[in-house]
């Protein structure tokens, strides 16, 4: 079995996938639900290795910069202990399982398995004291998942029973893959061939290299992922029990961005094809250089520290702790004997100490604790079971108001003697052009919490627009009407050009109502060689109920069982309604001739025309169409509307159609307003003009 299906046996740690949460704010923008300046945080008091549950509010001091706060609101949060499997209430239902996360007196656990910086003997000792550390902390009320490098944190299961964790755990020993022999993924695969590692060669080390600093970029990319959901299920505390064997973090290189004698790779009589069988075919037919070499001068230009201290940045701003677990347990060399990098103890001890660095800094500035260079990961995580037990919920409006951008420091004092108090080290403020200024204005004058003056729908188009670095390798457009659900899956054409995908795949989408109103229905999709993109609606026949729809979507190569998924969400509108909110977009521009094609990519250029179609419910009322800038402000461009019907449900579909040509780069939304009487509603599209 593929070590790589310890990502699909992740998702069988629980009945119900957490689905989706509600989009978090762009990047770079803090959480201030409850205020303008609202500021929570979680505080776990312990004297001698126990819990402090008899505190008061008085033996609080909390200081922001060294400025005292008053605080405002405290409660103390007693999570109930263990208890066996059969007695913990498992959600049956999305919506279940996401009121249970939001839960305050739960906690939120995650094991992150860092497939690609572990050793296959690390991962085998692993087993044994992670699966204590799940008996001893998880809770009754409390919930778990299990996130790899190798999935999508959209896809994250939370549940209440661990056993299915500690099943995988004990049957998927092996997954550690740092030390394997053969890469098994196809992209490191090809890097192989595209670059010989012939000390006699100028092209010596680049391969090593790049998939070095591909697999560190791709883990950061996952911990960003994970941070960026989590922020959005609660803003209690979470905690991350990351396993690894840390990260080198590399700045840009220009060395490995040189020029190379003619830029010709070696050619071996056997190779290793594209798909990992050996071949005797010249690997310059089998690989694509012109790829290799793109891929070769993004990573040497990346700077993987500054990155990483920004995820610091984000992981406190979230509430996240990170527990980082090293599972080598005490080791004198980074590199395998049997490596050329440990040739060099010097260098191999420099690595090694950085290494470890990273997860102590992890760990450190999100106020866990870093497990490495000792035998003893059990004793270690003994600390963790101090670390989450009862806590204390304070909250408190900072004093200072200014959106400066800067990180203010949290300090949190007890007045008991020999009392240990962990809380969050302190938060970003946002600036001026991260947080809108009328909104903010309005809550310090005393406007209800969440008061923006930017419309709901035009607020949540934009949120889709959320900055994601690296490519996103399968997007989802959906809409729906009472009757029909619309979806549209587009690979990204990164995605697309990988050897793997050069002869087509195959699709499963499912649809499943979050309260069960109607049966769960799939549909599976076979796309041909060089197929990008599908629609697809329910089968025929299938009853579709109003309410909330989570939809998973699985897409395939055609010889690779490991797939691509994400998950998204729709809301089917009450028959009453006027207009769908949500509409699917499509393209036409110089790639795609006189045709227009349906898309799920939000990215355009100028020199395409964006389309627009929103299922229409209402046989009566008025139909109008605006472009809209970041700013909410109408933009003088004209937005073409015109009506068709759509045979699959027979539904009235508006169309809006718009030239890009006009617009400067920068994010824009189109909106259609439907009005009958005194009632009106809207549909919003957010998209990015790119050069």
Known sequence: MSLRLIAAAALLAGPVLSAQQPAPPPQGTPRFRAG???????????????????????????????VPQRVESFELIKPRGPASQSARVEPNTVAESRAMATDRDSRLFILFMDIAHVHLAGSFRAQAPISNLLNKVIGQDDMVGVMTTEMSARNLTLARRTSTIDSILKDYWYWGERDAVQPRDPREQEILSCYSD????????????????????????????????????????????????????????????????????????????????????????????????????????????????????????????????????????????????????????????????????????????????????????????????????????????????????????????????????????????????????????????????????????????????????????????????????????????????????????????????????????????????????PPAGTAVASGRYVIRVQVTPKHLAVPLQTTVEVSVPERSALISATGLAARRGPSTGLQYVSTADARFRRTERLRLEVPRLSESGTVSARLLGRDAQPIAVGVTLSERVDATASVRMIVADLTLAPLAQGDYVVEIAMQAGDKKETASYAFRLVP
């Open 198 to 537: 012939n000390p006699a060669r100028s092209t010596a080390g680049i391969a090593e290299e790049m998939i070095e600093r591909r697999r560190e970029r791709k883990t950061l990319d996952s911990i960003d992922d994970l941070i960026t959901h989590l922020e959005g299920v609660r803003e209690e505390r979470k905690f991350v029990v990351m396993l690894s064997e840390g990260w080198v973090l590399p700045g840009r290189n220009d060395q490995l961005s040189r020029a190379l004698d003619g830029n010709v790779p070696s050619v071996s009589p056997i190779a290793v094809g594209p798909t990992g069988k050996l071949t005797t075919e010249d690997p310059r037919k089998l690989t694509n250089l012109d790829s290799c070499e793109r891929e070769r001068l993004r990573l040497a230009s990346e700077d993987l520290q500054t990155d990483f201290r920004l995820l610091l940045q984000r992981a406190n701003r979230a509430n996240i702790s990170f527990y980082t677990v090293d599972p080598r347990g005490l080791t004198a060399f980074d590199a395998d004997l049997s490596s050329r990098r440990a040739l060099n103890i010097g260098r191999d001890q420099a690595r090694l100490s950085t290494r470890q660095d990273s997860l102590r800094e992890l760990a450190e500035n999100t106020d866990g604790v870093a497990i490495v260079n000792t035998n003893n990961v059990s004793g270690g995580l003994e600390r963790m079971v101090q670390d989450t037990g009862a806590y204390y919920l304070l909250g408190y409006y900072s004093t200072n108001t200014r959106l400066d951008g800067k990180f203010r420091k949290i300090s949190v004092r007890v007045k008991r003697p020999d009392a240990k108090v962990r809380a969050r080290p302190g938060y970003l403020a946002p600036t001026e052009a991260e947080a809108a200024s009328s909104r903010v204005d309005a809550l310090m004058k005393g406007a209800a919490a969440g008061h923006s003056s930017y419309p709901p729908g035009f607020a949540r188009a934009l949120e889709t627009l959320t900055p994601v670095r690296g490519v996103v390798p399968v997007r989802v457009q959906v809409t729906a009407s009472p009757s029909q659900i619309w979806l549209t899956t587009e690979l990204d054409a990164a995605t697309a050009k990988q050897p793997e995908w050069l002869e087509g795949g195959r699709a499963r989408v499912s649809f499943e109502h979050e309260s069960g109103a109607a049966a769960r229905a799939e549909v599976d999709v076979t796309l041909a060689p060089g197929q990008r993109a599908f629609s697809v609606t």
């Open 36 to 66: 303008a300046n609202l500021v929570r945080l979680d505080a776990y008091v312990a004297a001698d290795g126990a819990a402090l549950t008899d505190l008061t509010v008085q033996d609080f001091d909390v200081l922001e910069d060294n």
